[in-house]
């Protein structure tokens, strides 16, 4: 049962129902919290039809995890959800928020247009927690999009497994294409790295993966080729299709934070929310998990993981912060 009167503050506004999102949501409601979880509904792993590895549920398909995840906070009285887009986080002034019962003076108003009919949302929070996941940028390679989820994927930990033995192929124009290279030799030993133009692997580098019999192939891509839906190949931007039926690809991440507007928050050099140990960003308040913090993506378990971690810090800073004695002993 969801509780109904949602103007009334919320301890927390959740922004994202992923794992790690609906994971800190039941831990929350569980302290007592009035919580409520905003979702727009596009979770970054939709691309694909079953996630491996999340301890008992292995092979469920990602939708079904969210609903089961979803039914669970719903089951409690304080828990709120909201299909909606997040456009706006405003902090409260701190004479708003000592108004409206937030006793550290710290409160933020979170603006949301509905979605699927769903009607616009507007919560008055004590504490944000960002768990909006990553907004991904594939290669611009005009069929990648066809294949991704199916034949390449990005998580080499998910969906390895599955392509042992296949001939591979890796794509990818970051720095970190040596050592994906190196994990994914685990699962097949015909793997080309196609670096598509891009100078991210040295020769030293390039000499080491020979070594395990990993080939790097350096010239541009001009695209994805198959027949129907099945992937057999990449295409070279001078015409040579090099076969292979599938494998991974480095997409370019961004964390899609444009609704805090102009409030400064800090980011890695990859873009991601950087968070202290306790989860809570460079913003008073605004807390952040999942995906969308440093190292970036990982796995379903790690998200949820990590949103239960933060979940309790959140909940300490709150009664702390009621308190008036400080987020951490000095
Ligand atoms: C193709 C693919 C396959 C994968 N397979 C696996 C696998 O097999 N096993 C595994 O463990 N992991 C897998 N992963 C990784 C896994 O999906 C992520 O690690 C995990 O989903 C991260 O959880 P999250 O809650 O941080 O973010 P997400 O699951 O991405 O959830 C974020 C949510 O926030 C919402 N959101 C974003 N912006 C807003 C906004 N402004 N307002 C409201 N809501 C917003 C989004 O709609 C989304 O629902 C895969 C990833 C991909 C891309």
Known sequence: MAAEDRTAPVGVAIIGGGPAGLSAGLQLVRANRRIAILDSNRPRHSATLRSHGFLTRDGISPLE???????????????????????????????????????????????????????????????????????????????????YGTALHSCVECDGFEKSDEPLALIGETTDVFSRALLISRFSS??????????????????????????????????????????????????EVIPRVGGFVRPRWHAPVEFLGELPIARDAWGLVSVDAR?????????????????????????????ARVAAKLNLDMIRGALGVGRVDD
């Open 65 to 147: 995890l969210r609903r089961l995840g979803r039914e669970e906070f719903e089951a409690y009285p304080s828990a709120i959800t909201a299909q909606a887009v997040v456009r706006e986080v405003l902090p409260l002034a701190a004479e708003e928020a000592l108004a409206v019962g937030f006793p550290d003076g710290i409160g933020f108003r979170v603006r949301a247009t509905g979605i699927r009919g769903a009607a616009d949302e507007t919560f008055v929070a004590r504490r944000v927690l960002l768990a909006a996941g990553l907004t991904e940028e594939l290669p611009a390679l005009p069929m990648i999009r066809a294949y």
């Open 190 to 239: 015909d793997l080309i790295v196609f670096t598509n133009g891009a100078d991210t692997i040295r020769a030293e580098q390039e000499a080491q993966l020979a070594g395990i019999g990993v080939r790097v192939e350096r010239r541009a891509i001009d695209d994805i080729v198959g027949e129907k839906a099945e992937m057999t190949g990449v295409r070279l931007a001078d015409g």
């Open 279 to 307: 989860g809570e960003s460079s913003i008073r308040g605004v807390y952040a998990v999942g995906d969308i913090v440093p190292p970036g993506p990982q796995q379903l378990i790690i998200a949820a993981g990590n949103g």
